[in-house]
């Protein structure tokens, strides 16, 4: 994404970092909760970390201490998260092997893998999830099991688009939001059926997670710096609207119960869907 030539000086930069600390380790919170509803893996078990950003699926895997002979293929487009997962994951020895790749064209053989990931990625890919997810079924082995998630509940959208709207008017160019039908979770069993998984191999469900920020006023820039640019790039505006902007998000958090406020910092509340499909 193009963030234009007005980049207010406030705003964090965005990359791999301010994502991390936004997510505030969601996506990995969130694979720790679904990697609950599957059996222990299997030894030998083959495993697609796909649109593995900065490792948090492999992470979550790791974390159960799954027998010594599995291996993992990650695979994203990032060539900067590829990187890091490289280095954390020779640093641990895990058993992981990074690769740039498309979750919309692997080159993975057909029957490859007995488990397939792709945490919060294929709602960003092309035709609405179809070939990403019909490529995680070709490249499972049958009687494997594909997992993709989506947020059903993301209280940070909502902040940002109130100071959007306060800044910006109604006429102010767009932002970048997710697709309005991946807030549903019978949208991704959807998606699964028309990629060839049968409707009765599919299961759905929905998981908690619970992110603490030290600091409201760093959460508010935070949001404002990850969510805040329209698609076209920051306004020349944006650099005076700045605080008017945070003021509007602050303002948010009080009225809004998914933001638990304290002397601590603030507790959110966000909710995933996740789709398993078995082949």
Known sequence: MDLG??????AFTKDVDLYAE???????????E????????????KIHDNGCGAGEVTSAIMAVNPPTDIS????????????????AAGAKHWPVTASRMAAEDLTFADETFDLSVANFVIFMTREGGVPAVSQMRRTLRPGGSAIFTSWA??????????????????????????PPEWWRGEHLRGVAIKAGFAQGQTELHTVN????????ERLARLIWSWLGPPLSGWLESDEENWDKA??????SFEENDDFKLGPDGVEVQLTANVLIARK
Do not use: C, M
Request: glycine share 4%; proline share 12%.
């Open 34 to 45: 679904f990697l609950k509803l599957l059996s222990p893996l299997a030894p030998g078990t």
């Open 72 to 87: 993992i293929e990650a695979t994203d487009v990032d060539p900067t998260y590829l990187e890091r997962l490289t280095v």
């Open 209 to 216: 997670v619970h992110l603490h920020y030290d600091s409201a």
């Open 246 to 251: 945070i003021e509007v998000i602050l303002k």
């Open 22 to 32: 936004v997510t505030a380790k969601s996506t990995r919170d969130t694979a720790n």
């Open 153 to 178: 509940r993301l209280p940070q959208v909502g902040p940002a688009q109130a100071a959007h709207a306060a800044t910006r008017g109604p006429d102010g160019p767009p932002l970048r939001e997710i």
């Open 5 to 10: 030539p007005h980049v207010p000086s406030q």
